[in-house]
């Protein structure tokens, strides 16, 4: 037995699309909803090709409208949320540093340690691990 067809308000597909450019997974939010993903992309490239008025429901549009060039207003501007997430960005950042100059350290370290071999026969360039 086939589903019905679900129609979902302008409003919502506009607060789906906001968090989706605010940086929220896909296949979350379509789980979250019980909607196909590639729906929400679907309607993040409409909004992206004509903004807020691309995202009709179902049906004929009436004659009068034509889709119309990307509504500044419907952009999202949420300030604080792009903060937030460039902080995360950031500490994220300076934790792979960290983590990188650890390793180059260590590295550093061990090729210290070496010693040169100088041709067959001769010690091995690293200590033997058993003692």
């Keep these: 037995m086939p589903r019905s067809a679900r129609i979902f308000s302008r409003e919502l597909k506009l607060s789906v699309i906001r968090r989706m450019l605010a940086g929220e997974n896909a296949s979350a939010l379509a789980r979250e909803l ?34 119309a060039a990307v509504d500044a207003s419907a952009v999202p501007d949420d300030v604080a949320t792009a903060r937030r997430r460039i902080a995360e ?15 180059q350290q260590a590295l550093r370290q061990v090729s210290e340690q070496r010693r040169p071999s100088d041709g067959p026969g001769a010690m091995p360039s690293t200590r033997s691990s058993k003692r």
């Design 34 to 67: 019980q909607v196909r993903r590639k729906d929400l992309y679907v309607w993040r490239e409409r909004f992206r090709a004509g903004g807020a008025a691309a995202l009709r429901g179902r049906g004929r549009p009436p004659m009068a409208t034509a889709p």
């Design 89 to 103: 960005l950031e500490r994220k950042i300076g934790q792979q540093q960290l983590e990188l100059d650890f390793f």
